[in-house]
């Protein structure tokens, strides 16, 4: 079945230090893929999109990701955390092929410590 | 509308109780979903409207649960007889379509069924 897959449901790092978030698709057409925000009590909001060209994409707050089509992968980087990036972070996928939808992973909450 | 906008935004009911609750999508939007997002869970896909057809009715859990949309804009998810298991935040986001565009989401419904 053609779904969205977020690595690891809890992320705690460091202020100052890398965010990963991994995020693997499965489609045997490559989607467009998105990644998303959802700070405590607040809605979801768009950080970042991949539909075509340049595979690296730069998003809000100094977050980017890449779409890697060898390891169907869209991971979500920033280089150094802030106390605010603290929130729920959601994997989409538009699926293009079959039945056209947005599917999303599980969610990753990611925790900062001072 | 400068967003979508979900009613009620809170809602208790009885078990047993039929609920409705409603999505007013951005306009111009062509597509429209719902999802259903439980405490601590992700992000589960119920439905997905392309005007006023819904291509894809798989994520509906039930038969208790029914969407329409008309005139390709106010959108309606009912659940009849409610459950306890019902109780979660509901979603509902739109977008212009064809995939490429990202979702707008509204703030959801937060339903409790006692």
């Known amino acids: 079945a053609q779904s969205v897959t977020q690595l690891g449901s809890h992320v705690s790092v460091s202020e100052g230090a890398l965010v990963l978030l991994r995020c693997n698709y499965s489609?045997?057409?490559?989607?467009?893929l998105f990644w998303y925000v959802q700070y405590p009590n607040q809605g979801l909001q768009l950080l970042l999109k991949y539909t075509t060209g340049a595979t690296l994409v730069k998003g809000i707050n100094g977050f980017e990701a890449e779409f890697k089509k060898s390891e169907t992968s869209f991971h979500l980087t920033k280089p150094s955390a802030h106390m605010s990036d603290a929130a729920e972070y959601f994997c989409a996928a538009f699926l293009i092929q079959g039945a056209q939808k947005l599917v999303f992973g599980q969610g990753t909450r990611l925790t900062i410590n001072p | 509308g400068a967003g979508v906008s979900q009613s009620p935004s809170n809602k208790v009911t009885e078990k047993g109780k039929d609920v409705e609750l409603r999505c007013d999508p951005i306009s111009g939007h062509t597509a429209l979903y719902w999802y259903r997002q439980s405490l601590g869970q992700g992000l589960e896909f119920l439905i997905y409207?392309?005007?006023?057809?819904?291509?894809?009715k798989s994520g509906l859990p039930s038969d208790r649960f029914s969407a329409e949309r008309t005139g390709g804009s106010v959108s309606t998810l009912t659940i009849q007889r409610t459950q306890q298991e019902d109780s979660a935040v509901y979603l509902c986001?739109?977008?212009?379509?064809?995939?490429?565009?990202?979702?707008?989401f509204g703030q959801g419904t937060r339903l409790t069924v006692v």
């Open positions: 409207f392309q005007g006023n057809s819904a291509p894809d």
């Open positions: 489609s045997s057409v490559p989607p467009y």
């Open positions: 986001a739109s977008s212009l379509g064809q995939g490429r565009t990202e979702a707008f």
